[in-house]
C-alpha cells in the first residue's frame, strides 16, 4: 500500500507562481511513474506532467514552458513548480503513482486558485 500526501496549494494571483509538492510512502518499488493530475469543477481529471523513476517526463500542452516536475528520490518526494499561473489553472490538483502492474494510488488534492 501507498500513500500520497500533497501540500502547497493556495491562492496566487495571475502570473504567480506556486510549488506543489506530494511525499509517498508505503510499498514504493524501484520502478513508477509519478505525476500531477487536475480537476476543475465539472470537468473530468485531466493530465498535467508525470515523470518516471528514470527521470522522464511529460506535460500537458497548456503547461509546457510553465510548469516543470521534478523528485527527490530520498524523500521519495514530486514537485511540481508552477509559474506564469493562469486563472484557467484553477482547479484541485492530485498526486498520482502508477506501479507494475497496476497499482495506482491518487492524494486527496489540493486546491490551486488563480484570482486577482
Known amino acids: 500500500q501507498v500513500q500520497l500526501v500533497e501540500s502547497g496549494g493556495g491562492l496566487v494571483q495571475p502570473g504567480g507562481s506556486l510549488r506543489l509538492s506530494c511525499a509517498a510512502s508505503g510499498s514504493i518499488f524501484s520502478i513508477y511513474t509519478m505525476g500531477w493530475y487536475l480537476q476543475a469543477p465539472g470537468k473530468e481529471r485531466e493530465l498535467v506532467a508525470t515523470?518516471?523513476?528514470?527521470?522522464?517526463?511529460n506535460f500537458a500542452d497548456s503547461v509546457k514552458g510553465r510548469f516543470t516536475i521534478s523528485k527527490d528520490n530520498a524523500k521519495n518526494t514530486v514537485y511540481l513548480q508552477m509559474n506564469s499561473l493562469k486563472p484557467e489553472d484553477t482547479a484541485v490538483y492530485y498526486c498520482?503513482?502508477?506501479?507494475?502492474?497496476?497499482?495506482?494510488?491518487w492524494g486527496q488534492g489540493t486546491q490551486v486558485t488563480v484570482s486577482s
Open positions: 515523470i518516471t523513476s528514470g527521470g522522464s517526463t
Open positions: 498520482n503513482l502508477k506501479q507494475f502492474p497496476d497499482a495506482n494510488y
